[in-house]
């Protein structure tokens, strides 16, 4: 459906939801079972005040939560009857955090930093806090936004220098290599060998997704399920992932947990609401 200029429109249900990538992967971790400080900005306003009241009940640390926006990031998403939807984002200035002394000597005590999305924060903000993370040998993992992905290989390849595991889906890769989608052979070629990056995972929609490492690579079936909300499913695999590859080191149970955690995510309403716990 087009929307058109000047139009009205009626929908059947309202709906409130918590979201926003690095939110829904801090609290898919911490019910996991990791110590997870989220790093972002929020307001003083009355969605500021709910999200940071839902965090705590999440368990998610909030000791970086910078809350000096003139108002709180809101998204409204268009939901059809199949589960598919589109997003209109109102970010407000929360793309550019604050690297400081007191973010720096937290990162000194961490084991990984998830970098997700931030695609207004400036590139050589973002390269000195994913720079200053790897020479204190912290685990990147990084899923960056669309935007910065289509800008190609040379404007993305300086993050790559300091990625452990890369998380994008196949029309992401599509960019960052110059080709179209369907001339990319997910079954055919190591994509953490010709990136350069140790681990490399891909989403292809309904068709699964892949594993790449340096030694091996493998698809990852997908998952019957019952579509109803499919926004935060991405944050669900990645962070699904994440959070299982760093207690086992086997990736195919963190594939497997993964698809798992997306699943759960999709047949709810919601992008926090379905996570699963891993104790």
């Not at 984002?89 to 998830?114: G, M, S, V």
């Not at 997704?209 to 019952?226: A, C, G, R």
């Amino acid at each position: 459906m087009s929307l058109a200029y000047g139009g009205k429109y009626t929908v059947e249900k309202f709906y409130q939801f918590f979201g926003g990538g690095a939110a829904n992967a801090s609290v898919s971790l911490a019910r996991q079972g990791f110590s997870v400080w989220l790093w972002a900005k929020v307001a003083e306003d009355e969605f500021g005040q709910a999200i940071y009241k839902n965090l705590l009940t999440e368990r998610v640390k909030l000791d970086l939560i910078e809350r000096n926006l003139p108002q709180t990031p809101l998204s409204a998403i268009l939901l059809d009857k199949e589960g598919f939807r589109t997003i209109i984002n109102y970010r407000a200035a929360a793309d550019t955090l604050t690297y400081n002394e007191k973010i720096k000597n937290h990162l000194a005590n961490f084991d990984c930093l998830a970098l997700f999305s931030l695609p207004k924060w400036p590139k050589e903000d973002k390269l000195k806090v994913l720079q200053a993370a790897k020479k204190m040998g912290l685990k990147i993992f990084l899923s960056l936004h669309g935007d910065e992905y289509r800008k190609g290989l040379s404007w993305v390849k300086d993050y790559f220098t300091c990625c452990d595991i890369l998380d994008l889906n196949i029309y992401e890769l599509a960019d960052v290599l110059g080709r179209k989608p369907e001339n990319i052979a997910l079954n055919k070629e190591n994509y953490a060998k010709i990136l350069g990056i140790p681990v490399v995972l891909v989403t292809h929609d309904k068709n699964g997704s892949y594993f790449y490492s340096e030694t091996q690579s493998f698809w990852q079936s997908p998952l019957t399920l019952k579509r109803v909300d499919t926004t935060g499913a991405g944050d669900a695999f990645s962070s699904g992932f994440l959070g299982k590859y760093l207690k086992t080191g086997d990736p195919k149970k963190a594939m497997q947990f993964a698809a798992q955690n997306a699943k759960a995510e999709i047949e709810v309403l919601g992008a926090q609401a379905g996570l699963l716990k891993d104790k």
